[in-house]
């Protein structure tokens, strides 16, 4: 029987129950495919920090980086827990992508049966977005520099870091069946190149990249132009790879579109490490009220399966929620709660999961 070890964050808020329920629906796909999960619970988020003056230990950091395979990880934060200069002590995000180098940032965003549409029909909106995990904007994270009067936020580029992330969009694009509208294998650059020299450099080297698979097609939009374009045209987009402040903000556009970010799961990968959640937050005023809504987690254990190379279990677990969304049992709100709570959404996925995998 193959085992794996695997690191799990229950996270703060509502992020025990969702990853609860996430880890119902893989010891059943496990058992029905003979996969073993060793579990390690690491202690880290907003309660850890209040604890321990740490929202993660190096310890545990290290232990994810070298000493398991994956780790799923619910959503942390609490807004009452701060650092000493305002901002959220228990966010993990600049902690783990650095720490783990998790360089891609990869945001599936798929319309669902049973989810009331927004835009389109289910099936008509398939695309991922693969943000830049490590750099730009973001890479400023705590470095900021000013005074009360102002303060300047540095962002970074650089060739390596995009010739990484661009080559795994279009790995992932090669892999795709392509847009829902055309069926063309396609990678598309988001930025704003006309202003930004960081951005001209980031596509520069995408077309440098671009010119490794000519098998897939290629599109260059600037950032407000896509924001548009994934409103009016959204089945026409396959893969999309783009700088890390601009991919956090067009990812919720995205979740938006078919009906909610709780809906959609992320994987922070990179050559080596990896974890997995959902892309929202811990929602912590409806946490222990059978509200929380687990698709975006359980669908991020299922980009977790596919890492760990099982890639016909993640599929059963994606085409389970299909099915318990589609027949009604897993019933998701017009608000994006969850109807009978997590564990329900839960009992109502491993019910259409095939015996065997």
């Known amino acids: 029987m193959p085992r794996h070890e695997v690191a799990v964050i229950r996270g703060d808020g509502i992020g025990p129950e969702l990853v609860e329920a996430a880890l119902t629906v893989l010891t059943a796909v496990g058992d029905r495919a003979g996969l073993e999960f060793a579990l390690t619970e690491v202690d880290a988020g907003a309660a850890a920090y209040r604890r321990t003056g740490a929202a993660c230990s190096p310890q545990d950091l290290e232990l994810m980086r070298t000493g398991v395979e994956a780790t799923l990880k619910g959503p942390v934060g609490l807004p009452d827990v701060r650092l000493p200069d305002g901002t959220e002590a228990g966010l993990l995000g600049g902690i783990l992508r650095g720490g783990l180098d998790a360089y891609a940032n990869v945001r599936p965003v798929l319309a669902l049966p049973g989810i009331e549409p927004v ?14 995990n490590t750099e730009g904007l973001y890479a400023s994270r705590g470095k900021g520099v000013g005074n009360r009067w102002a303060v300047a936020d540095t962002t970074m580029t650089t060739r390596e870091g995009t010739l990484r992330v661009c080559r795994r969009a279009f790995e992932i694009a090669r892999a795709r069946t392509g847009a829902p509208a055309d069926g063309v294998q396609r990678v598309t650059c988001v930025d704003k190149s006309n202003v930004l020299r960081s951005h001209a450099l980031f596509r520069e080297i995408f077309g440098e990249v671009a010119a490794e698979f000519p098998d897939i097609a290629t599109e260059y939009l600037y950032a407000d132009a896509a924001a548009q374009a994934l409103v009016l045209r959204p089945g026409e987009f396959d893969v999309l790879v783009m700088e890390n402040l601009l991919g956090d903000v067009l990812s919720d556009l995205g979740g938006a579109t078919i ?74 709100g017009s608000d994006g709660s969850a109807r009978g709570g997590p564990g329900a959404i839960a009992a109502a996925v491993v019910e259409h999961l095939p015996d065997s995998s």
């Open 259 to 332: 009906g909610g970010i709780s809906l959609c799961p992320s994987g922070n990968i990179g050559d080596g490490a990896a974890y997995f959640e959902p892309i929202h937050g811990s929602a912590p005023s409806i946490a222990g009220r059978d509200l929380a809504n687990p698709v975006g987690q359980i669908l991020a254990a299922a980009m977790m399966l596919d890492h760990l190379g099982h890639q016909r279990p993640a599929a059963d677990v994606r085409a389970a929620v299909t099915a318990a969304l589609a027949a009604g049992q897993a019933r998701i």
């Open 119 to 132: 835009l389109a029909r289910a099936g008509h909106i398939d695309y991922v977005l693969v943000r830049e």
